[in-house]
């Protein structure tokens, strides 16, 4: 009965939200944290910082840095990108190599109306540290679209990959449908279509892996700052939820 009480609760609360608030709701932080990370404390780290613009011109391409520098004897395993008042409030996932704990990643998020946007990073000890900022946006999640279009579709999977002042940067050409989406003509959902998974490799060790949600914009963007000592090839493969495959390659 108390979790059906705190669901109900944490619904009022995101509606209260999209409809009347003007700026980002502290209050869906608790909500979110306990039904993510339970009761375990979270520190508010310095070594981890998000940061973004204060409010965006589009909710749908809002651009979000994530720097980390992990401490002597620290190492982080995961980062958590999280949107505390969209309709799924975890956003992606990073799963860091030991070569990658010096993180520079700028990605772009849809955000459906103002809201705090975290970063919380795990370490292998089961530590957590966060960092926040608010962001007001709005409409990126939802809203009408023309499915048909066949711009959405149009090189399907093709990925831009570019390095330049140890930087990758990455987009792979697909529509990220949220399944939150009406289509124009029959007014109904567009089911779920995303790029779910990207992993960068070198020297076929994994440098970084990418577990994305709906709250990733269309058009998928990443630019991440490449450890020390990569040379070589380095492959991003991703895949999308209908089990489509995708890949390119770059020499640095």
Known sequence: MMNIIKKISFLILVTFSLNLWAEANPELWPFVKEKMFQDRPIIEAGFVKLSGPKRASSGAQVP????????????????????????????????????MQEVDIS????????????AVAEDDKGNLYMSFQEIRASGGCSGYMDVHDPELTADLGKILIKAKDDFLVTRIKHPNFTGLQRDLDSGGYIPEWIVKDMIYMNDNEV???????????????????????VIGDVVLNAIDTKGNQFSKDIKI
């Open 207 to 229: 440098i970084l892996a990418v577990h994305n949600k709906i709250s990733i914009s269309q058009d998928p963007y990443l630019k991440v700052r490449l450890p020390k000592g």
């Open 64 to 99: 979000v840095k994530l720097e980390l520098s992990a401490p002597d004897g620290v190492t982080i395993k995961h980062v958590f990108l999280i949107i505390d008042a969209n309709p799924t409030q975890h956003a992606a996932t990073y799963f860091l190599s030991e070569k």
């Open 107 to 118: 990605t772009r998020i849809r955000m459906e109306t103002d809201s705090f946007v975290r």
